[in-house]
């Protein structure tokens, strides 16, 4: 199955990076929408539900990826206003079809 990642003119050289294929996960810090991340078990303002919340949060990145490469909206806000680049990824050959080996630890940086 091929996806798109939309990017904008800044992000290509840093995509194709020293002949490698650089992929950004998205910290949750970056979300455009703040709620994105929260959950229905989670959806009651306790402390114990917001500090969960927290932990997750701060621990969370993903990469955002479209069925439709020609999406007008994420060409909007993810390709520089329709001035960016959308490039397609085949997930079978980048190794994204299985879900448990989607799920990358990575240190913080």
């Known amino acids: 199955m ?5 990017i904008d003119n800044a992000s290509l050289d840093r995509f194709f ?3 490698y294929i ?3 996960f998205t910290p949750h810090s970056e979300f455009n929408d703040p709620f994105e991340s ?5 959806d009651d303002a306790s402390i114990e539900s917001l500090t969960m919340r927290h932990e997750i949060n701060k621990n969370l990145a ?3 990826l479209s ?3 020609l ?9 520089e206003k329709h ?6 990824i085949d997930i079978e050959k980048a190794g994204y079809d299985d879900e448990a080996k989607c799920l990358i630890e990575s240190p913080r940086v």
């Open 62 to 64: 993903c990469l955002c």
């Open 17 to 19: 990076k020293d002949g």
């Open 67 to 69: 069925k439709n490469p």
């Open 38 to 42: 929260y959950g229905y078990a989670l």
């Open 71 to 79: 999406n007008v909206l994420m060409w909007s806000h993810y390709a």
């Open 22 to 24: 650089s992929i950004k």
């Open 83 to 88: 001035q960016g680049f959308v490039v397609a």
């Open 2 to 6: 091929i996806l798109y990642k939309y």
